[in-house]
């Protein structure tokens, strides 16, 4: 299976700065770009921000960016916002199983 | 509205049985493909199987193949998750979501289904 790697593993920021999480998998991600991001707040499911690696999901603030292709791939918040703080997870949809990373976590220093 | 509404929370002991629910609502139910996902409690998200919309096909993670069954009532756009004999180990939130034609990315996630397994 293709085994994703999230990196941090926590990210300390203040609101304001600009945030990029990186997710690596093991092998390359079909079609380049067949990967997700969610965001995950305690006591919520998960909620999609970005598929296909660089689209934004509906009703996704412009602040949230995804890019990258093949085995690397990120996620740019440009300015935090005080909601933004949760856990991030990456996840592959291109070879099943379909798998996600262990998550980063970006907290308020 | 799409809507997954799932069924409510169980206590269980080691070994007995279990069919949790997740009843769709807003889109065809025979159109999309349903996974579940667990996540352990403080953990992260698995990917544990799916079911096709109309055929009713199902493709397992390796890790769960053997131990879950998935199914669905299309009649009353009704998918399921069973287990025949528990472990303490499947404590966890299980989700079910809807994927996105033949994608399977989800924007659509039920509320949770928190299953405790303990003797």
């Known amino acids: 299976e293709n085994v994703l790697t999230q990196s941090p593993g926590t990210l300390s920021l203040s609101p304001g700065e600009r945030a990029t999480l990186s997710c690596r998998a093991s092998?390359?991600?079909?079609?380049?770009?067949?990967f997700a991001w969610y965001q995950q707040k305690p006591g919520q499911a998960p909620r999609l921000l970005i598929y296909?690696?660089?689209s934004r999901a509906t009703g996704i603030p412009d602040r949230f960016s995804g890019s990258g292709s093949g085995t690397d791939f990120s996620l740019t918040i440009s300015s935090l916002e005080p909601e933004d703080f949760a856990v991030y997870y990456c996840?592959?949809?291109?070879?099943?199983?379909?798998?996600f990373g262990q998550g980063t976590k970006v907290e308020i220093k | 509205e799409v809507q997954l509404v799932q069924s409510g929370g169980e206590v269980k002991k080691p070994g007995e049985s279990l069919k949790i629910s997740c009843k769709g609502s807003?889109?065809?139910?025979?159109?999309?493909?349903i996974s579940w996902v667990r996540q352990v409690p403080g953990k992260g998200l698995e990917w544990m199987g799916r079911?096709?919309?109309?055929?009713?096909?199902?493709n397992y993670s390796p890790s769960f193949r053997g131990h879950v069954t998935i199914s669905a009532d299309k009649s009353i756009s009704t998918a399921y998750l069973q287990w025949n004999s528990l472990k303490a180990s499947d404590t966890a939130i299980y989700y079910c979501?809807?994927?996105?034609?033949?994608?399977?990315?989800?924007?659509?996630w039920g509320q949770g289904t928190l299953v405790t397994v303990s003797s």
């Open positions: 979501v809807r994927g996105f034609g033949d994608f399977d990315y989800w924007a659509y």
């Open positions: 807003g889109f065809s139910f025979t159109d999309y493909w």
């Open positions: 079911i096709g919309p109309s055929d009713s096909y199902t």
């Open positions: 092998q390359r991600v079909s079609n380049n770009n067949y």
């Open positions: 296909g690696a660089s």
């Open positions: 996840q592959q949809y291109g070879d099943a199983p379909w798998t």
